[in-house]
């Protein structure tokens, strides 16, 4: 095996090894350690023949062998073909936001070594390292092995300012390959990425280099920069600190022609998305921003051609840069960054984007990425204002959960369109926490994260409740056939009947339902102790009662309420985050040759006698006045409201949060395209919420 059994040296900057040292006793302790890996595409792990035999993975796993009793986690934000201006830009997004414990960032083969990306590298250093998760941070070069090229003379000055370890292949494997004793062709096939030998060997010098950390664990280290009142000055103009990357769903813009890509996005890696397309000459989009620095991030095609665009700062058209969507390489499409203002007047600047040739015969749209903006909050605060711009939080799009149920149908995916598993389909779960069916975030900055995970890391976008869970799920259910009779406990009776649940309130929005559909709520047993005789007895004809139903019909359920969905019948269900049901009756039907389980005094326990008379049990709604919040309840536990839109509608997102599900039509909501069985989140502080269209929304919120 190529370079084993010797120990590669490449520690080129000690550092301080204070925050490693808590970091590492902090996993020996068993509790969890998040490890974080920014860079470019050795990071991403190009070139290895399978994600698990990256270097950054091979070093998150010495973490967990060595650490057996805690729970390590991974987060690779490789992205290939990117520098480190752009990780200024987006180390927030991609790897502070999970709170890591651990970073390690490599970017010498991204940057070139110049003063330039010195200040870059600076900007991406302080910002990980002051971040308020204060991470342990670790920095590494790669280099060429074809030439020995990187930037770690400008790296090394930033490691050595702020006292940060760093490690080098320049150091450890570059003079092994000028002596002879390492094959440059056995480490990478281009020169460059490393193949699975060389990502081994890049591996084993960081470890080498933890493993030494490991050993000194326990010897006092004094404390680092940022621990005490300690902060080193910069040692570059340090412009990029605070760069913000703009995009199509946090900026705003004029555009003639530029088009707003609302496609989803798959991960980090997927990246050309959240941007503008323009395909005829003539074509403009205009930002206004604020800061001193900015570049324009966008697509350099190798299917050729595309259109060439020019960005112009504050209408200066002869210091205009060219945008030339066309790559004269092979080997895919790259995510250009130019800049086209360095160190410019503090302040307010415009920036116009124009493009200025297209083909007959282009493959492909001209495709801007991005903004990145920055400027040095140290000596103004001009950033203030773009920073709340950066805090703007975003729509929360779920994916809903499918239940299989005996009673369920297939109308989820025939007036839904949603990809059920099956025609007896009974549940969609659109927005629910609940561990039996955790709905993920589609798209944004927290994609790939379950609604759990984001109530648990994320409490600022619910408005901090305090609450131990997320409190309210969604649902659509398609009742093919009638469920059986139940009822719900309230808190009181759960909490000492039930281990401490809580009981359980819910609400039904008839969505679609056959002309003489009628549903089961409230019974007509007159007294406590009539109830108890129809139950026991069996006395169902006289016990159920059925109340006729129609499309736009809103019914809350209390507790106590006894209830039952009859076949043929769409509804949409807001209710409490909780799951106790007393089932009342069955009408005989087996289940696999036996009857289901009916929960007899349990439900004589909880039924309210006598139940609410029938024409305040059910609530018109299907004819409220349009373009306003109709509140539909307002109880203890939820607020539920019935939105027509059929002009602009602007409300304020005032709640800690507010579930907003699209029933009928379609529309947008802040321009981003909404239709019919969607379901979103506008977290705490959203603000302005633009909807237009033509479609019906229920909305729902805890206060
Ligand atoms: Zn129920």
Sequence with gaps: MVGCGRDYQ??????????????????????????????????????????????????????????PLAEIEFINGGIGGTTSQFGAARVKGHILKYKPDFVLIEFAVNDENTEFFQETYEGLVRKTYMDKCKPALMLMNN?????????????LKVAQAYELPMVSMKSAIWPEIMWGRLKEAELSPDGLHPNDAGHRLVAQVIISFLEQVYAEMDKEETLAFGEGDRLPAPITANAYENAIRYQNFNSESKAEGF??????????????????????????????????????????????????????????????????????EDWGDSLHIDTIARHAQEGKHTVEIEIVESHENDVAPFYLVSLIVSGNENKNNILKNMEDKDKMKPILFLNPVFKETIWGGSKLREQ???????DTTGECWAVSAHPNGDCVVKEGEYQGMTLSELWEKNPELFGSCGLDRFPLLTKIIDARENLSIQVHPNDAYAG???????????????????????LIIGHNAGTEKELEEMIRQGKWTEFIRE????????????????????????????????????????YDRLSDGKPRQLHIQQSIDVITVPALSPEDSVKEAA???????????????????KLDVTEPVSIEQTHPFLIMSVVEGEGCVNGRKIEKGEHFILPDGFGKVELEGNMQLIASSIK
């Design 547 to 586: 109340i006729p139903v129609k499309k736009g019909d809103f019914i809350q359920i209390d507790p106590g309420t006894v209830h039952a969905i009859k076949g043929g019948i769409m509804l949409l269900e807001t209710q409490q985050n909780s799951d106790i049901t007393y089932r009342v009756y069955d």
């Design 259 to 328: 088009l707003e890509d609302l496609s989803s996005q798959n991960g980090i890696t997927d990246i050309f998305k959240r941007g503008w397309t323009a395909s005829r000459k003539g074509d403009k989009i205009r930002f206004e921003v604020e800061g001193t620095e900015i570049a324009v991030q966008y697509r350099k095609s190798v299917n050729k051609p595309v259109p060439v665009a020019r960005a112009v700062v504050d209408g200066r058209e002869d210091q205009g840069v060219i945008l030339d969507g066309n790559f004269e």
């Design 496 to 518: 000492e009947h039930e281990n401490g649940s809580l009981g359980k309130t819910e609400c039904w929005y008839i969505l679609d339902c056959p002309e003489d559909a009628a």
């Design 623 to 641: 004819n409220l006045p349009a373009n306003v919040m109709n509140e539909l309840i307002s109880c203890d536990y939820y607020k539920v409201w």
């Design 416 to 422: 839904y369109g949603y990809d059920i598993p099956s």
């Design 143 to 155: 280099v060429r092995y074809d030439n020995g090229i990187n930037a770690e003379q400008q790296h």
């Design 10 to 67: 490449g520690m080129i900057n000690r550092g301080n090894w204070h925050r490693l040292k808590e970091c590492m006793k902090k996993a020996r302790r068993g509790e969890k350690i998040i490890t974080g890996f920014l860079g470019g595409s050795i990071t991403q792990g190009s070139l290895s023949s399978g994600p698990e035999l990256c270097y950054a993975y091979l070093v998150f796993q010495w973490w967990r062998e060595k650490f």
